[in-house]
């Protein structure tokens, strides 16, 4: 049996993940909690295989629930929660999965199997990539550091997550307070700021040349004078896009 231990603050989410967990047969839930502390004692005691897991609670969130259990017990975890902005560190820990609310049944069940496999093949949590998750989480946004930009980035797909790599981005706009990732052929949507982003790209490869508008340079095909003075930059997709004044240094002078 999988011993499986659910936290989450709504009674109500417990209820539903409790309904929903019971149509696995072997699936066995030895516990409950409602808010990080209780949660920490709980899976102390219970030492369950796998932690269907809240990020905001109170008392301590689930990210802090795990840094403080990591000598004793590393589950494998199903993030459930209603925000995406640590989507991509459960990437890229191999947490079991990222499920947002309103659950789908069907991605907790696929989720729930790819546990049952790995236990079955005696694979464990991914307790070093957990350690890693906890130990970078509330590290402050900004400039990244010489060697350490941005390489990929959860985005949504429909009703899941894919990840983006940094080389597969053509192009990228500013939506108000959104980011738009012109890549695959698709537009995938992340919210956060041009100016904030900027900070953490590779200016070997992405170029800003419009306030609004970045650019991956290996998809420059071309950089044409218009009559009126201005520039259009042509990429290798066949777009066209403004080349600003105040940006032209920066792509130009290159």
Known sequence: MIRTLVVDDEPLAREGLRTRLALERDLEIVGEAADGPAAVAAIRRHLPDLV?????????????????????CLPAVIFVTAYDRYA??????????????????????????????????????????????????GRPPGPAAEGNYARRWAV???EH????????????????????????????????????????????????????????????REIRPEWH???????????????GRRYREGLLGR
């Open 52 to 72: 269907v897991l809240d990020v905001q609670m109170p008392g301590l969130d689930g990210f802090e629930v795990l840094s403080r259990v990591a000598g004793d």
């Open 229 to 243: 003075g201005d520039y259009d930059v042509l990429l290798s997709t066949g777009e066209v896009l403004r080349l």
């Open 88 to 137: 991509l560190r459960a990437f890229e820990v191999h947490a079991v999965d990222y499920l947002l609310k309103p659950l789908d049944a069907a991605r907790l069940h696929n989720a729930v199997d790819r546990v049952r496999r790995d236990l079955a093949r005696g694979q464990g949590a991914p307790a070093e990539g957990l350690v890693d998750l906890i130990s970078d989480r």
């Open 161 to 220: 997550f894919v990840l983006l790599r940094a080389e597969e981005v053509d192009w990228i706009e500013a939506s108000a307070n959104y980011i738009k990732f012109h890549a695959r052929g698709q537009v995938y949507v992340l919210r956060g700021t041009m100016g904030a982003l900027e900070r953490t790209l590779d200016p070997r490869w992405f170029v800003r040349i419009h306030r609004s508008t970045i650019v991956n340079l290996d998809r420059v």
């Open 156 to 158: 949504r797909e429909g």
